[in-house]
């Protein structure tokens, strides 16, 4: 058995419920209200997309490239936010933005049960003098995600 089954579960039952509950959410409290880093729940959806594409190109990498690997960390000096203004979130049809979101969690799951177990400890250089293997990269991936969502459901309660 996969060692990230209970996670992949976890991912799944969290794209059940956020979904039907992000696509009720008016203009208003998409747009409008912003969290400490200035960012409404449009450009935290939109982070959780590319945080799914990254780490789903990470994980693919790490199974077949060098080890440690050299791969761009969009997450370090301010790049995520680079990220989410470049591919304008903010404007972004909503619907469309959920499934993103939704399909690339989906299809990240499916990457992540068919790792390949041999290459766990291969590890990617994600700042000076920091190496993540790949099953950190795997098991940091939930809790990032359920923060974010901590974040989105404190701004739909304001």
Known sequence: MNPFENSCQNTLQLLEIWEP???????????SRKNIQSR????ILGH????AS????????????ENPMSFPNYAIS?????????????????YNLVQLWKFSNL??????????????????ISGEDILISLRENIEGYL??????????EELINQ
Do not use: C, M
């Open 21 to 31: 509950r992000l696509l009720s959410l008016s203009e208003e409290i998409i747009s």
């Open 40 to 43: 409404s729940i449009r450009q």
């Open 48 to 51: 959780l997309f590319d945080s």
């Open 54 to 65: 990254n780490n789903t190109h990470r994980i693919v990498h790490l199974q077949y490239r």
């Open 78 to 94: 301010g790049n995520n936010d680079r990220w989410i203004a470049i591919q304008d979130y903010q404007h972004e049809n909503w």
């Open 107 to 124: 299809h990240l799951i499916h990457v992540i049960r068919n790792v390949n177990q041999e290459k766990l400890e291969n590890q990617w």
């Open 143 to 152: 809790p990032h995600l359920e923060l974010h969502l901590k974040e989105i």
